[in-house]
C-alpha cells in the first residue's frame, strides 16, 4: 500500500510522458509533412527551371542550325513534344497547396502561354525559312526572360512561404522540448536524454534547412554554397535526405537559371564573332546618355574597313573573320575609357566617345590614333596584311531629338570619307550631305 502512491505517481508520470511523446511525435510527422509538401513544390519550380533550360537550348541549337541549313523535321518534333511535356508539370505546380490562385503562379502561366506559342512558331518557321532564324531567336529570347523572370517570381515565393512556415513549426519543437524537459521525472532522465538529442538533432537539420532556403531567398542570383546541406545529404537518412536533396536541387537550378540568363543577355547585347557590344547595345548607351547625361558633349565615330570586301573574298572568310577579330581587338584596346566600341555591321565599327571637354579636338586626335591602328599589319598563314579605314564623325550633345541621329550622321560622314579615297577622315557637314542628297534626287 505504501508503494501504491510511488506504483501510481510512477504510473502517471509514466502515462503523462507517453502522452506528451506521442504528442511531440504526431507534432513531428505533421511538421515533417508539411516540409515535405513545401519541398515537393519547391523541387517542382526546380525541375520546371531545369526542363525550361534544356528545352530553350535545344531551341536555341536548332535555330543556329537552321541558319546553317541543318534542321531536320524530327529535331522540330523533338522540340514540340518538349514543349508540351512541359504543360503537365505547369498543371502540378498549379494545383500545388503552396502555389493555387496566386499572383506568381498566374504570371508564370501567362509567360509559359507566350513562350510556349512563340517557341513553336520559331521552330516552324525557321524551319520553313532558314533566313528568320535570326529575328525569331531576339522574340523567343525575349519570351524566355520572361518566362524565367516568372519562375524565380514563382521560386522565390514557395521559398518566402516555406521559410516563414519553417520557422513556425521550429518554434512550437522548442517550446515542446522545453516543456517535454521540465515534465520529465528523474526515472525517465536516460529516455529523456535519448530522445531529447535526437529531436535537437532533428531540430538543427531543420534549421540548417531553413537556413539554407533563406540563402537561396536573399541570394537567388549568387547560387551561395550550402556545406551544411550537403553534410545532410551525405551523413542523414530518410526525410532530412530528402529535402537536403531538394534544397540543393533548387540551387543548382538557381545557377542554370543565372548561366541562362547571361547568354541570353550576351546573344542579345554582344557580336558573337567579336565579343564587342552590337549595334542594339550602342543605340542603348546613346539612349543613356540622353536621359542621364543631357548636357554632356559627345562624339560617334563609325569606321568602315576599305577593300575589306575583296580581301574577304580572295582570302576566305576564315582570314576575313581573323582580320575583324584583331581589328575588334585593337580597337577596344586602345580606345579611351570613357568611350564604348561597337561592331555595328560586316567590317564597320563604332566608337562612342563622352564627356569631352574639347569635343572636335579630341574626336580628330582619337580617331587618327584608331585610324594607325588599323593600318598596322595583320599576319595570316605567315604572310602579312595591310588595312585602311574610312571614318566618319559626328558631334553631339544628351539631347537629342531622335536617338538614330547619331549613327545617321556618323554613317553619313563615313560614306562622305570613302569617296575621297581610302583612310580619309571626315565630320558630318549638313551642307555636304544635303548637296549629296540633292545629287542622289537628281540622280533618280
Do not use: C
Request: cysteine-free; proline content about 4%.
Amino acid at each position: 500500500m505504501l508503494l501504491a502512491p510511488v506504483v501510481a505517481a510512477l504510473v502517471l508520470s509514466f502515462g503523462a510522458v507517453y502522452w506528451m511523446q506521442n504528442a511531440t511525435t504526431a507534432r513531428i510527422v505533421q511538421a515533417q509533412a508539411a516540409q515535405q509538401t513545401d519541398l515537393q513544390a519547391i523541387a517542382q519550380v526546380a525541375e520546371f527551371s531545369h526542363v525550361l533550360v534544356d528545352v530553350h537550348a535545344t531551341l536555341l541549337r536548332t535555330m543556329e542550325d537552321a541558319q546553317k541549313h541543318q534542321t531536320t523535321l524530327p529535331t522540330r518534333r523533338n522540340i514540340v513534344n518538349q514543349l508540351n511535356a512541359l504543360e503537365p508539370q505547369l498543371q502540378q505546380l498549379m494545383h500545388a497547396p503552396l502555389l493555387q490562385e496566386t499572383a506568381p503562379m498566374a504570371a508564370l502561366s501567362a509567360a509559359f502561354t507566350q513562350y510556349h506559342a512563340s517557341a513553336l512558331r520559331a521552330s516552324a518557321l525557321t524551319a520553313l525559312q532558314a533566313q528568320q532564324a535570326g529575328p525569331m531567336s531576339t522574340q523567343v529570347n525575349t519570351h524566355y526572360l520572361e518566362l524565367f523572370s516568372a519562375a524565380a517570381a514563382v521560386g522565390e515565393y514557395v521559398t518566402g512561404q516555406a521559410v516563414e512556415r519553417q520557422r513556425s513549426r521550429s518554434g512550437q519543437f522548442l517550446a515542446s522540448n522545453q516543456h517535454l524537459l521540465w515534465s520529465s521525472l528523474g526515472v525517465l532522465v536516460m529516455a529523456f536524454l535519448l530522445v531529447h538529442i535526437l529531436v535537437r538533432r532533428t531540430h538543427r537539420d531543420l534549421l540548417a534547412i531553413t537556413e539554407g532556403l533563406e540563402q537561396l531567398q536573399q541570394h537567388p542570383d549568387a547560387a551561395p554554397q550550402l556545406p551544411a546541406i550537403e553534410h545532410l545529404l551525405l551523413h542523414r537518412r530518410g526525410e532530412i535526405q530528402t529535402m537536403a536533396q531538394a534544397l540543393l536541387h533548387l540551387s543548382h537550378a538557381y545557377e542554370r537559371q543565372r548561366q541562362a540568363e547571361e547568354q541570353a543577355f550576351t546573344l542579345s547585347f554582344y557580336d558573337p564573332l567579336t565579343q564587342l557590344p552590337n549595334r542594339r547595345m550602342l543605340v542603348e548607351r546613346i539612349r543613356q546618355l540622353h536621359s542621364q547625361h543631357p548636357q554632356s558633349a559627345a562624339a560617334l565615330l563609325i569606321l568602315d574597313i576599305d577593300n575589306f570586301k575583296s580581301f574577304n573574298d580572295l582570302q576566305g572568310h576564315s582570314a576575313g573573320d581573323y582580320a575583324l577579330q584583331e581589328t575588334a581587338k585593337r580597337l577596344a584596346h586602345n580606345a579611351p575609357s570613357n568611350s564604348l566600341t561597337a561592331r555595328v555591321s560586316g567590317n564597320a565599327f563604332a566608337v562612342l566617345l563622352w564627356h569631352l571637354k574639347e569635343p572636335e579636338t579630341q574626336a580628330l586626335h582619337i580617331a587618327e590614333a584608331l585610324a594607325q591602328d588599323v593600318r598596322r599589319p595583320v599576319s595570316w598563314l605567315g604572310r602579312e596584311y595591310l588595312f585602311s579605314a574610312s571614318m566618319g564623325i559626328t558631334l553631339f550633345s544628351g539631347k537629342l531629338a531622335n536617338l538614330d541621329e547619331p549613327l545617321k550622321n556618323a554613317e553619313a560622314a563615313m560614306y562622305v570619307a570613302k569617296g575621297q579615297g581610302r583612310g580619309a577622315i571626315q565630320f558630318y557637314d549638313p551642307t555636304i550631305q544635303a548637296r549629296l542628297q540633292e545629287q542622289l534626287q537628281a540622280g533618280i
